[in-house]
């Protein structure tokens, strides 16, 4: 890179850590960042499908790039004339987290070597049930005790999956090519009294932007645990009536924007998820391991790590009351709509 050249920061993720309110206020102040030097290539809220066409097969879940092919090699020519102009680069996507070493290699023989690397970082204890419900959004039916233990095996064979979750790992393979600097999301008991967004940008060093807010979007909206549990079991009928995937991922979506989207923030009446007690010692042994690692590795932490070391308070025995009032809730949500149509 020659010294006419600008800088090149990678975010890296990890998932379910703030990254979609992140990139919405890069997305939003693009040309605010321009008149401060600075790039965030693309159009789109981030640059993870640009990534899918420049990783490929290295990404798990992608068995065919080729849909993604000229945004990458746009993204590509566009970073690399960017630096050479001498402005400075931001991308973003979390699916970067679970490259392996090697992978991380080739994407960065592709793109350009970064010159600092930025992390999100949760802890394991409030990142497992956040990763819980966020399945069941996509049809998922098991319980949380159940993914946990799935997510146990997952760490003992390293799988992709758990390469994105496993955040001192992530900040290991990348700390071989750049800092790392890393902005804990801020927990609900922080003491820090900063926001994710003032982290971050600290973090990444970009300038000040004047447009922070980002509207909410239904995809990342946080389901109560009550209503976590209707969804799972609607997901369970869905499987055992036969229907089409196709028609069970239709009838979820309306469900989802009809009943629950509409009730979140505990307008349903239900309490927020957490780590079953059976599961808080073994989750939090986990937890430590990474911050352990990633302290090792990590150039600098923004934020209190305590952050990522709290334990969301636990549910209480599912009561029927409970329940019931959250599912006559969204029942009352979805009379409404239809009425209204």
Request: hydrophobic share 40%; proline share 5%.
């Amino acid at each position: 890179m020659s010294e006419e050249s600008g800088r090149f920061v990678l975010h890296i993720g990890t998932p379910k850590t703030g990254t979609t309110f992140v990139q919405g206020i890069l997305a939003q102040n693009r040309r605010e960042l321009v008149e401060a030097g600075w790039s965030y290539p693309g159009k789109r809220l981030n640059q993870q499908h640009a990534v899918y066409g420049l990783c490929g097969s290295d990404i798990y879940h992608i068995e065919d790039a080729s849909p993604y092919e000229d945004l990458a090699r746009s993204m590509a020519d566009r970073v690399q004339a960017d630096l050479a102009r001498g402005r400075r680069v931001m991308v973003s996507a979390e699916t970067l987290a679970a490259l392996d070493d090697d992978a991380v290699e080739r994407l960065i023989g592709r793109l350009a070597v970064p010159d600092r690397i930025v992390m999100t970082l949760r802890g394991l204890p409030s990142l497992l049930p956040s990763i819980w419900q966020q399945l069941l959004k996509t049809g998922k039916t098991e319980t949380l005790p159940e993914m946990i233990e799935r997510s146990a095996g997952h760490r003992d064979d390293s799988t992709p999956v758990w390469n994105a979750y496993a955040f001192g790992d992530v900040v290991r393979r990348w700390s071989r090519w750049a800092p790392v600097h890393v902005a804990v999301v801020p927990s609900r008991d922080s003491t820090d009294g900063r926001s994710l967004w003032d982290l971050f940008s600290e973090a990444a060093d970009v300038p000040e932007v004047s447009d922070t807010s980002v509207p909410a979007s239904d995809a990342n909206v946080s389901l109560s645990h009550e209503g976590a549990r209707l969804l799972q079991q609607m997901n369970i009928e869905i499987r055992d009536s036969g229907v089409s995937r196709e028609r069970a991922r239709r009838l979820r979506r309306w469900y989802l924007k009809h009943a629950v989207f509409p009730l979140a923030g505990g307008a349903d009446g239900g309490g927020r998820i957490t780590l079953p007690k059976e599961s808080e010692e073994l989750v939090t042994s986990w937890n430590e391991q990474q911050l352990q690692m990633l302290q090792e590795h990590a150039t600098a932490v923004h934020g209190d790590l305590d952050d990522a070391r709290r334990i969301p308070g636990h549910r209480p025995v599912d009561g029927d009351g409970e329940m019931r009032t959250v599912a006559a809730r969204q029942m009352i949500r979805m009379l409404q709509d239809s009425a209204a149509e």
